[in-house]
C-alpha cells in the first residue's frame, strides 16, 4: 500500500490542524493504520493508532490524549488526525504508518513520506 500524508503546516500554539493520509493500492480496510512524529534531535515516537475495517480501537500516545483524534474514512481510502490546542512540543514530522494486520505494530510494514507541523509559541 503506498501511503500519502499531507495537512501540516505552521500553526499558532493553542491552534489546530487536521493532517490527512490518503492510502492507495490494496484495500484499506484490511489495514490498521497510525501516525509517528519525530521532533529534531528526539527518538520517533507513536502518536495513535487506530484499527482495520471499522476502527473502532483507538490508541493515543499519553502526551496527546484529550487533543488529538484520529479516524478513518473506508470509503475514501483516507485516515485522519485532528490536532487541537497545539503546543510547541507538537513540531514534529508526523509520518502515516499501516500494517496489513488488526493493528499496527511496533515496526509498522508501511511508511509515508512524513508533513511537517510546526507550532510557534
Known amino acids: 500500500v503506498q501511503l500519502q500524508a499531507s495537512g501540516g ?9 487536521r493532517l490527512s493520509c490518503a ?7 484490511n489495514y490498521a493504520m497510525g501516525w509517528f512524529r519525530q521532533a529534531p534531535g528526539k527518538e ?5 493508532t487506530i484499527s482495520w ?7 493515543y500516545a499519553d502526551s496527546v490524549k484529550g487533543r ?3 479516524s478513518r ?37 508501511y511508511w509515508g513520506q512524513g508533513t511537517l507541523v510546526t507550532v510557534s509559541s
Open 44 to 48: 520517533r515516537e507513536l502518536v495513535a
Open 53 to 59: 475495517n471499522g476502527g473502532g480501537r483507538t490508541t
Open 9 to 17: 503546516g505552521l500553526v499558532q500554539a493553542g491552534g489546530s490542524l
Open 23 to 29: 492510502a492507495s493500492g490494496r484495500t484499506f480496510s
Open 73 to 109: 474514512d473506508n470509503a475514501k481510502n483516507t485516515m485522519y488526525l485532528q490536532m487541537n490546542s497545539l503546543k510547541p512540543e507538537d513540531t514534529a514530522v508526523y509520518y502515516c504508518v499501516a500494517d496489513a494486520a488488526r493493528v499496527v505494530t511496533r515496526i509498522p510494514a
Open 68 to 70: 488529538f483524534t484520529i
